[in-house]
């Protein structure tokens, strides 16, 4: 099977994917990345992996815990295994 970024989030609509639900013990009561952000936690995760990718010390600024989440490759472990094909 190919499994799409969307596949991995939301893996079942009736509660966050395991990703996200791992994204969200690293915040904080308040913690957001962006006022849009604020407006669900798929958002959120989603301004986190933008702000990651293009501003990575506003990320780092902003929230911390995220950023070496991040940094540490945290969220690949929710990633399918890579698919090994042999020449």
Known sequence: KIYSFIDIIFTNLDKPSALLQTYEKLLEKNDWPSVYGRTSLDESFAESFAFY??????????L???????????HEAFFPPKLVVEQ
């Open 64 to 74: 911390p815990k995220v950023f070496a989440w991040f940094e540490a490759a945290g």
């Open 53 to 62: 990718k293009t501003d990575p010390e506003a990320l780092k600024r902003v």
